[in-house]
């Protein structure tokens, strides 16, 4: 699944710990829908967390 920073920018992300693809919750927060992570990432874009 592709998902959209508030930026714009577009990427499939997988989790770090089971690299699962990152869904998207409805307040654009990215989740792990397998181990349920809300990883914190910085977009590459930018630089703001995601
Ligand atoms: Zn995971
Ligand atoms: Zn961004």
Same mark, same amino acid.
């Given at each position: 699944?592709?998902?959209? =920073?508030? *930026?714009?920018?577009?990427?499939? %992300?997988?989790? &770090?710990? *089971?690299?699962?693809?990152? %869904? ?5 927060? /990215? /989740?792990?829908? @397998?181990?349920? &992570? &809300?990883?914190? %990432? /910085?977009?590459? =874009? *930018?630089? @703001?967390?995601?």
């Amino acid at each position: 699944m592709v998902v959209e =920073h508030t *930026c714009g920018f577009k990427r499939d %992300i997988y989790c &770090r710990e *089971c690299g699962t693809e990152l %869904i998207q919750n409805p307040r654009g927060e /990215l /989740l792990c829908p @397998k181990c349920g &992570r &809300r990883p914190a %990432i /910085l977009c590459p =874009h *930018c630089g @703001k967390l995601w």
